[in-house]
């Protein structure tokens, strides 16, 4: 069970004894701070009231019970240790949908000569999976807001173990295509719910840096993916890549059932028939009629298909001539951006964090506890100006230097700088997006993941055909360019109109139904 909080104010409070927590535990939290000091001591990792958990019979989710970590009243007040381990676990199952399809990236010819079909059949494999990613976290997103966000772990990850297993063993090509897809609305799950649970962790002064770390494991995965996909297939087969994803599908799966308490907060159910249940989701399509949500989604939506950009572009360019180089070493190519994707990461949330802080200083916003009050847009300072600005010149540099055969490592220096750039934006446009709409924060974020898919899928589609008709520099420049005009331009909408059009969102979103 978590350790309690010593509160900031009184420093010669000590830990309370875990005899002592258990007694608490059905007790009520106590009402401010001067109560919460006689009820119990306080450790440094909690809040002023310190964490209270909730009994076991009163815990939510599948098999609630087989947690190690105890569900509480505010998840904000586990201890920062416990908050890093939920974060670090839901960043590797946020990264299985992207791993999944970057893994099978080496393998796609050899799945082509082994069940007797064609490449171009293989890739409907590919496509259909990340078709199918963009439209299933909808339904994953509504369906955490009426089973809680733990049940929803537990069963995407128990069938997307199940999905895998069976095509690894596809005795033919339809076979592989069906469970593939299924194995990718799966996949996809913790893309569109694992940022609520974030959210629900971690304070907004501290969400930006939480957010980076979530980040790593959808922005890394198809970094790392297809070097272990390139390794697998060329010594153990195509099969082998997708007993991989049983494995860390298996490890992850556990991983959830043990240690992700439920988070979401408490609230009266309202009974819905099972129809409604599935049409539900398609209504969350409505919040793009709001601005800020069209807006800020659109803005990451387009970062989101450069990375699948350069993605095809690695491939398309390092295999052949002047480069000539193998699937393993082109595999390699693809750390660059991770590695911007790391750096970003660790750097970026704080950057915003900090920017988030002398946002509300500078505009003297306070409560009546002196404690800044911080909005959406204090977000978005010169940081995301930069980044915005960084992704793309980095696609143009990547561009130019690939089509005349400079040598590979300056293209990776463009990719390195392009992965900062693009991590940004992620973490600044996903994190808005939580906060733009806190009651409904997983559909926000199905409503971003369902948009920037459908733009990669885009992406994915008409890369190639642009490479062989204008080569790899003007066919990135002029991405880059649409990218860089539309992406400045949205953000320069949301610094003029945002808080005007969030005040009219939020009466609509809070205004009762009838």
Known sequence: MPAARENPSDASSTTASSTREEKEVEAEPPQNADSAQTEKQESPESGPSGPVAVPRGERRGLWANLSIVSEVEKPSEYKNGTKWMMTVILAFAAGTSSTGAAIFYPALRPVAEDLDTSPSVVNLSLAFYLLIMALTPMWWASWSEIWGRRTVYIASFGLFVIFSVISAVSVNIAMLIVFRILTGGAAAAVQAVGSGTVADLWEPKERGKAMGVFFLGPLCGPGIAPVIGGIL??????????????????????????????????REKVKKSVIARFTDPVKTLGLLRHPPILVTVYSGGLGFAAIYVINIAIQANYGEAPYNFSVLIVGLLYLAPMLGYAVASQTGGRWIDYLMKRGAQRAGRYDAEGKPIYLPEDRMQENIWIAASLYPAAMIWYGWVTQYGVHWIVSCIANFFFGIGAMLVFGCVQTMLTEFTPKKSSAGVALNNFVRQILATIATVVVQPLIDVMGTGWMCTMIALFCWVTGNLAILALKKKGPQWRGKMDKKLNAPKS
Request: aromatic letters at 14%; zero cysteines; glycine letters at 8%.
């Open 233 to 266: 297939a060329q010594e153990l087969g195509w099969r082998s890549t997708l007993w991989a994803l049983v494995i860390f599908g298996g490890v992850l799966f556990l991983s959830i059932v043990f240690l992700l308490p439920e988070t979401v907060a408490r």
